[in-house]
Antibody, heavy 119, light 107 residues
């Protein structure tokens, strides 16, 4: 069974970087696509980006140059780094597997990690 | 970006009642639509993909339909465990976008 688990600090100071890890079991991250989604207070959901089976990446333009998604295939983990955070980045962050059928959707999700940006 | 507009924002339904949630895309998404259910404190669960394909393990009372810009999710007989927030998501064009969610409660 595919399982994903996010980990990382729950509190980040403004202007610093947010770093999260997604550990995957039951499936290799060298197959499919692996992404990050966040849910803001009030239910708004935002796709942030993904890393593909080959290591290529795609990001939401709204995050401009602040975001980076990388991976460690030896540990079957992928990572999110979001730079220069503000209070508007306070959200629950999810990692998920994307399935591709000409369009993409998210079929397996982690349990989510709540991140608060505050001084 | 493709805007996804969901309606209604919230609704309540009685046990056994049929429930329909609508999702409209700002442009044709060629059935590249998924539906998710999220319960409090849990991560979203995929229900429907490709507008009408039922994800493995999802009860058959859930169904999806639609094409072009208009899509709907139907629950044929409301159950207690169906309470939660439902989201639509387009996966055709970057950036992938979600609807604002529909909160479904048991009446």
């Amino acid at each position: 069974e595919v399982q994903l688990q996010e980990s990382g600090p729950g509190l980040v100071k403004p202007s610093q970087s947010l770093s999260l890890t997604c550990s995957v079991t039951g499936y290799s991250i060298t197959s499919n696509y692996w992404g990050w989604i966040r849910k803001f207070p009030g239910n708004k959901m935002e796709w942030m980006g993904y890393i593909s089976y080959s290591g290529s990446t795609s990001y939401n333009p709204s995050l401009k140059s602040r975001i980076s998604i990388t991976r460690d295939t030896s540990k079957n983990q992928f990572f999110l780094q979001l730079n220069s955070v503000t209070t508007e980045d306070t959200a629950t962050y999810y990692c998920a597997r994307l399935r591709y059928y000409g369009y993409k959707h998210f079929d397996y999700w982690g349990q989510g990690v709540m991140v608060t940006v505050s001084s | 970006d493709i805007q996804m507009t969901q309606s209604p924002a919230s609704l309540s339904a009685s046990l056994g009642e049929t429930v329909t949630i609508q999702c409209r895309a700002s442009e044709d998404i060629y059935s590249g639509l998924a539906w998710y259910q999220q319960k409090p404190g849990k991560s979203p669960q995929l229900l429907i993909y490709g507008a009408s394909s039922l994800q493995d393990g999802v009860p058959s009372r859930f169904s999806g339909s639609g094409s072009g810009t208009q899509y709907s999710l139907k629950i044929s007989s409301m159950q207690t465990e169906d309470e939660g927030v439902y989201f639509c998501q387009q996966g055709l064009k970057y950036p992938y976008t979600f609807g604002a969610g529909t909160k479904l409660e048991l009446k």
